[in-house]
């Protein structure tokens, strides 16, 4: 038995293996004999209680779902701590479930077929009737699980540690119990305990229909024959020798005669006779039982194909069984799905009844919501034009003020043509952002003509900015517009004789370097220009784009600024203020234009303040004006302020220079008000410098 049992383990350690347990001893004994000749270390196994009462009056068992549910804390405690911890220290893993039906090897059954389970191992049943149950009844939960499991599964009965029963068995049950019995698979034992050979025609053979039905109980085996026929001679008949195995119970109704009737028990009952055990002895020491050892193996190939055939029924009658069930609930299910779809379709005409007014009432409304955005965009339209109708005619207003208004002399475009003798690049003395610059005559006089770009941006505008502001304001450090030539965008200029600041500085046709008096003298010269343009009436402005290039020098060195046609006016109320003027788009030159106003937009007086304090480090170093100001910056940090000063104009005055130096840093700081202001600080400050330059000159 011990090897059959440790053969049966060996095959089956990687399968699925189901347990049911309750709170019974012999559930204890299941799972112990499991772990012990199924699993192996580090497989799994599948506790399983089924509940047949709910637990408590809301727990209803429908609710749960068909495959299980995990345990609660309660029943936890109550069926499965045990037995987990009894798995954990041999290094098997259990998992546990509780299935609910009122049927337990129904919900069992279910549940083996629906998850493929190749092991079920029960407890027997630990009630004293239980025999009786099963002898009379059939209805205990082994016989049922070992009628209604699959073909594919196998059924442990465990009882007191030991193998009670293990299906599959067919009709005639305990099978395996019967081949494992001593007193079969050891013929010379069975024959030892058999009757008198003598007796053999006394005593019948009854019922030996029921013989196989109490198999499972089997103590003793007796041997029946022919009452004319020997064992010997039997043996030569083509079913052989026929075996009864009769539990204790039948065996203590065999013999319940007294012993003052055992006599009578030896006589002649129908056609068979019972064998003397003494005989039998004699004969089996005579001959070997080898045909009654080919038979018995005969009899095992019938009985397991009966068994496989009977098992093979009942799986499918069970099966019929579970489609018929599933066939009802489907059908039942459909039934409910009928209605609901009634119930569903019924509302879906209501609710569509609904959205059809709703729709109605939404159309109606989008055709008003359409008449009014026709109405609104009529009335936008008209606005529109309006707005550009007014803007032509601002247009035209300033057109004519520029044109007719300020007082400029107009020139022809054949006096222009004459005097720059066609435009002629031999008299090109310079080109800016609007346009080159020629050297030209006119009305005797030597002028600068700056001709327009014809595919300039903005250029049209430019063009009035700059006479609209140069017609209106004299000044002796702002160059004079002598005219214009309105159609072409031709402006005349006064001519100054030593061009721009920027090319007297980097010495451009090698011009002589710019003496140390005429620097500091230009620099207040920009300053006051720069203050009259920020204090003029009634709207202060905003040059914008100031810069070496733009400052002129005339043949005495005395510097007048130009190019006014990016200039804007601020009104006077916020000239001042911190955010004072914001603008659509920064305009000016890279490194001379404020960082602040160039990120937010904001315009101010100090916008103009910023590229001042460029152009005073380029005075005083002549050098280009990327990077100038943190180079002035260290030099001074480092003592050595002389190395970034011009090296082409000898006699330098230091202190003059540094304190010009520090006053440029000032101006270029990144915030507007912490630059100094241009009256009040730069002004006074450059007329020091001047008059200190001058009395140490004297």
């Known amino acids: ?34 772990v012990d000749h199924l699993l192996k270390k580090n497989s799994n196994c599948i506790l399983i209680h089924v509940r047949t009462k709910p637990l408590n009056s809301s727990d209803h068992i429908v609710d749960v779902p068909k495959h299980g549910r995990p345990p609660t804390h309660e029943e936890l405690h109550q069926f499965f701590l045990p037995f987990r911890g009894f798995c954990a220290r041999k290094g098997i893993e259990a998992k546990e479930l509780v299935l609910h039906d009122i049927d337990v090897p129904s919900a069992l059954t279910a549940y083996v077929i629906e998850n493929f ?15 009786l149950i099963r002898k009379f009844k059939e209805v205990d939960m082994s016989s049922t699980l070992a009628k209604s499991l699959p073909k594919s599964s196998t059924l442990y009965v465990i009882s007191k540690g030991n193998v009670q029963h293990i299906r599959p068995t067919g009709p005639i049950r305990d099978i395996v119990t019967l081949l494992q019995n001593d007193q079969l698979m050891q013929p010379n034992k069975l024959f030892a305990h058999t009757p008198n050979c003598e007796d053999l025609n006394r005593k019948p053979f009854k019922d030996a229909n029921k013989a196989w039905e109490p198999l499972h109980d089997m103590k003793d085996v007796t041997l029946m024959t022919p009452c004319k026929s020997n064992i010997l001679e039997d043996n030569n008949s083509p079913r052989g020798p026929r075996l009864s195995a009769g539990s204790s119970s039948s065996q203590t109704s065999s013999n319940r005669s007294s012993p003052a009737n055992s006599n009578d028990s030896s006589g002649k009952h129908g056609n068979h006779e019972v064998i003397n055990s003494d005989n039998t002895k004699r ?39 579970l489609k018929a069930s599933e066939i009802e609930k489907f059908r039942e299910e459909e039934e409910q799905n009928v209605e609901k779809a009634r119930l569903a379709e019924e509302a879906a005409l209501a609710l569509a009844e ?18 009014l955005a026709e109405i609104e965009t009529q009335k936008r339209k008209l606005a529109e034009l309006k707005v550009k109708h007014e803007k032509e005619q601002r247009i035209r207003t300033l057109q004519e003020v520029v044109y007719n208004s300020i007082p400029y002399r107009r020139y022809d475009i054949k006096e222009i043509q004459v005097a720059t003798n ?35 941006a903005h250029g049209e505008r430019q063009f009035q900015q700059e006479v609209l502001i140069l017609s209106k304001i004299r000044h002796p450090n702002m160059v004079l517009l002598l005219g214009a030539c309105p159609e072409f965008g031709c402006l005349v200029y006064e001519h100054m004789e030593n061009g721009s600041l920027e090319d007297r500085l980097f010495q451009k046709d090698e011009t002589p370097p710019i003496p140390w008096k005429n620097r500091f ?62 603008m659509t788009g920064a305009a000016g030159t890279f490194c001379y234009i404020d960082p602040e106003y160039q990120q937010t937009g904001l315009l101010g007086v100090k916008s103009d303040i910023f590229s001042f304090g460029m152009i005073l480090l380029q005075i005083i170093t002549a050098k280009p004006p990327m990077g100038l100001s943190h180079i002035v910056e260290e030099a001074i940090k480092k003592g050595n ?15 003059e220079a540094l304190a010009c ?29 001047s008059h200190i330059w001058n009395s140490d000159e004297e």
């Open 117 to 131: 389970i190749n092991y079920v191992v029960i407890g027997a049943s630990a009630s004293p009737w239980s025999v």
């Open 521 to 582: 003298k230009i620099a207040y010269e920009i300053a006051t220009g720069l203050l009259f343009l920020h204090q003029s009436k009634p709207d202060p402005i905003v040059h914008r784009d100031m810069k070496p290039g733009n400052i002129l020098l005339d043949k005495n060195y005395v510097s007048k600024i130009s190019d006014v046609g990016l200039a804007r006016l601020v009104p006077a109320s916020i000239a001042n203020k911190t955010t004072q003027y914001r």
């Open 641 to 655: 302020f002389m190395n970034v000063l011009d090296p082409n104009v000898p006699n330098c005055p230091v202190e």
């Open 1 to 34: 038995m011990q090897m059959i049992t440790n053969e049966l383990g060996a095959a089956t350690a990687a399968k699925t293996t189901v347990i049911a347990i309750n709170t019974g001893r012999n559930s204890q004994c299941a799972v112990k004999w499991a």
């Open 661 to 689: 130096a520090k006053l440029a840093l000032k101006c270029i700081e990144y915030r507007k008000r912490d630059r100094p202001d241009l009256a009040t600080v730069i002004l006074p400050e450059l007329n020091r410098i």
């Open 422 to 456: 066609g435009f002629d690049n031999a008299l090109k003395i310079g080109e800016g952002g609007y346009g080159p610059v020629f050297k030209g005559v006119l009305d005797h006089t030597i002028v600068a003509i700056k001709v327009l770009k014809p595919d300039l």
């Open 283 to 321: 004969l089996l020491s005579s001959k070997p039982p080898i045909r009654i050892e080919a038979k018995i193996k005969k009899l095992k190939l019938e009985l397991k194909k009966t068994t496989e055939q009977y098992g093979m029924a009942c799986r499918e009658a069970v099966l019929a069984k």
């Open 354 to 371: 609904v959205e059809t007014q709703k729709a109605k009432a939404a159309l109606e409304a989008a055709e008003m919501s359409q008449r």
